[in-house]
């Protein structure tokens, strides 16, 4: 069984850094798609960023294009954040799949880390 651990969130001050880990038992990341996807209070899951099996090709939502940077590597999957705003205040959790492929969606992973939260204040 699958199972996903993230870890590296925390209170970070508006432009400040973070960096997201999320570590991978179970399986191996380098057959695996996998994601970062986010939870803000009140709102819906949503998008960040995933990235397929050979690490090729990534997609990020565009609210986070250029501030954030995806990695994965043996069994372990990061995102780099730069330049946070308060409006990336969530709840952050990994994703990851069987098939290999980048995806947006949140029906495409079948497997959920419990998530790690990231507040961005002042």
């Known amino acids: 069984q699958v199972q996903l651990v993230e870890s590296g969130g925390g209170l970070v001050e508006p432009g400040g850094s973070l960096r997201l880990s999320c570590v991978v038992s179970?399986?191996?990341?380098?057959?695996?798609?996998m994601a970062w996807f986010r939870q803000a209070p009140g709102k819906e899951r949503e998008f960040v960023s995933s990235i397929n099996w050979n690490g090729l090709i990534t997609y990020y939502a565009s609210s986070v294009k250029g501030r954030f940077t995806i990695s994965k590597a043996n069994t372990k999957m990061c995102l780099q954040m730069n330049s946070l705003k308060p409006e990336d205040t969530a709840v952050y959790y990994c994703?990851?799949?069987?098939?290999?492929?980048?995806?947006?969606?949140?029906?495409?992973?079948?497997?959920w880390g419990q998530g790690t939260q990231v507040t961005v204040s002042s």
């Open positions: 179970g399986s191996t990341v380098s057959n695996s798609g």
């Open positions: 994703a990851a799949n069987a098939n290999g492929f980048a995806s947006t969606r949140s029906p495409d992973f079948g497997s």
